[in-house]
């Protein structure tokens, strides 16, 4: 007698996400977490990629998102300067969200209905828990600690601790799915390994609070990321509400490793730019190592990891936990194709083939922004002339201001990392001997080769992405085209017919997609046999 058919341990965004979308899809799943149910969310995270967005946007809960964190009038600039109130080196202006329908922006004519959004996990996942809790079939257990598991043939037994009674239980599940972060119990578990770069550098995090840092700006316009360089400091400092909750990151000097020789307070008015009677207090303080890790493998049979716990990386672009979030919707809409009886467990097979090689490239393209950065920066050394608002002061500015510029667009407007990436060598993906483009982190080129996400186009005056279906979708430009023979197959498809769009991607007049938005098939008319394909798609082997 099984408790659920899905137990996920972690109720971050990661494990929460796919929760939600396991329970949107019918499952019965469990939610163990190891805080209280009140306590208050980290704020690491402060970007919600397009891509999440989209996932949200089929959530019901795009537009709550969108309207929490900053204030409509703050700007989401990134500003490079010698400290928050000293020179600016450079800056990359992106809107507000009263701004946002405006053009102009760098990321203004991106492919999709729901653009990225700067908002802390501080403001995301209460409203991510709100829709969890919403749902029917979900069991929400915090205070509640993964031990231990074993798993057989027809699934798992998880023994947790209930962490106020003392008290252990012992629940069955189908599977099991680790989103239990960098030091997974579950990843140790299955015996995955991470490998990679363990240690990139070490970075001291304080949540600080005060209403005087926005003053700091002066005249100029408010940055929500301002990352600072001087001849004392280098770190960043995020914006989290607009008004008085600011993230302020001090990166240790190359080649130590000991936390106590940045100064907690002194480090955070190096990095401000003010002297000792500035007021500010301090909320939460982090000490942290950057890494560049991927597990070796994401599964042991029934048991998974996502998320953190399975890769870890520098948080450049943003795509730390929205690569987790990716992972978590991915691996739901698989085990819940199993779970509903169309597809074979084979299919499962897609989720380590999938995004395992997905991972590994985000987390170089976020180390190659680490090294540029570093490399235009001169390494360790920065003269405190830098900051000087005299001649030499400003040509170093200048000089650096257009080096910094060019290496962090990408990161800062990183359309590839949304818009680009593709699944190559997938078991449940039919290609057709065409390579899909390449792709980097600030830019792609729209494609419809299987593998790729289907380029964004408007079907009735609405987005692709409203009419996409919960398993495949046919999208049909071509109405003479017959489609009997896959409507009428054990695969659950859904035919959507619409004008062949102007976008030269376009080139054939049968699409099928998958509720992730990733083209799997395309042809002029179906192939002769459908069963082949539909079999492909259900993940059953030959």
């Not at 829709?131 to 023994?159: A, N």
């Not at 570093?374 to 201001?401: D, E, Q």
């Not at 859904?494 to 007049?509: I, Q, T």
Request: proline share 7%; net charge negative.
């Amino acid at each position: 007698m099984s408790d659920a058919q899905i137990i996920v341990s972690g109720a971050g965004p990661v494990g929460t996400c796919l929760a939600i979308d396991a329970a949107m899809r019918g499952a019965q799943v469990i939610v163990l977490e190891t805080r209280a149910a009140d306590d208050p969310p980290d704020a690491k995270c402060n970007t919600i990629a397009a891509r999440t967005m989209e996932t949200f946007r089929r959530f019901g809960i795009a537009d709550r998102v969108r309207a929490a964190g900053l204030t409509d009038d703050y700007p989401t600039d990134t500003v490079y300067a010698t400290s928050l109130s000293g020179p600016e080196l450079t800056r990359i202006t992106m809107p507000s969200r009263a701004e946002r329908s405006q053009p102009g922006f760098h990321d203004s004519d991106w492919p999709t209905p729901e653009p990225m959004v700067r908002e802390s996990q501080l403001w995301l996942e209460p409203i991510l828990r709100e829709r969890l809790l919403s749902l029917p079939g979900v069991r929400f257990m915090p205070r509640t600690e993964l031990v231990s598991f074993t798993q057989d043939e027809g699934g798992v037994t998880v023994t947790c601790r209930d962490l106020d009674a003392g008290e252990d239980l012992d629940l069955r599940a189908d599977y099991l799915v680790g989103c239990d972060g960098g030091s997974s119990r579950v990843r140790k578990a299955i015996g995955a390994r991470l490998v990679g770069d363990a240690e990139i550098g070490r970075t001291r995090t304080s949540l600080i609070r005060s209403s005087a840092v926005k003053d700091l700006f002066g005249d100029r316009r408010p940055a929500w990321m301002t990352w600072v360089v001087n001849h004392k400091v280098r770190g960043n400092v995020v914006a989290i509400d607009g008004q008085d909750l600011w993230l302020v990151h001090r990166a240790l000097p190359a080649g130590e490793s000991d936390f106590d020789v940045l100064d907690p307070d002194q480090s955070i008015r190096d990095v401000l730019g003010v002297g000792a009677d500035f007021p500010f207090d301090v909320v939460r303080q982090e000490d942290w190592v950057a890494r560049r890790l991927v597990a070796d493998r994401f599964r042991d049979r029934r048991v998974f990891v996502a998320g953190d716990a399975a890769h870890l990386w520098v948080p450049f672009a943003g795509y730390g936990m929205n690569a987790g979030i990716a992972d978590g919707v991915h691996l739901s809409w698989l085990l819940c194709a199993v779970l509903d009886g169309w597809a074979d467990p084979a299919i499962i097979d897609a989720y380590e083939a999938e995004r395992q090689p997905i991972t590994e490239q985000v987390s170089r393209f976020a180390m190659s922004k680490v090294e540029e950065n570093l490399a235009a920066m001169s390494g360790r050394s920065v003269p405190p002339v830098i900051a000087s608002r005299g001649l030499v002061g400003r040509l170093l500015r200048k000089r650096l201001g257009r080096r910094l510029f060019d290496i962090n667009l990408p990161q800062m407007s990183p359309e590839g990392l949304n818009f680009g990436y593709y699944y190559a060598d997938s078991p449940i993906i039919v290609g057709d001997g065409e390579a899909p483009p390449a792709y980097d982190m600030g830019s792609h080129t729209p494609s419809a080769v299987p593998g790729c996400r289907l380029p964004h186009v408007e079907v009735e005056g609405a987005s692709i992405l409203d009419r996409l279906g919960p398993a495949y979708t046919l999208l049909r430009l071509d109405p003479t085209v017959e489609v009997g023979p896959l409507l009428d197959s054990v695969l659950p498809v859904e035919l959507v017919d619409a004008p062949w769009p102007s976008d030269p991607a376009f080139r054939h007049a049968l699409l099928l997609v998958r509720a992730d938005a990733h083209v799997v098939w395309r042809g002029d008319a179906l192939p002769v046999d459908v069963d082949a394909l539909v079999a492909t798609l259900r993940g059953a082997r030959p």
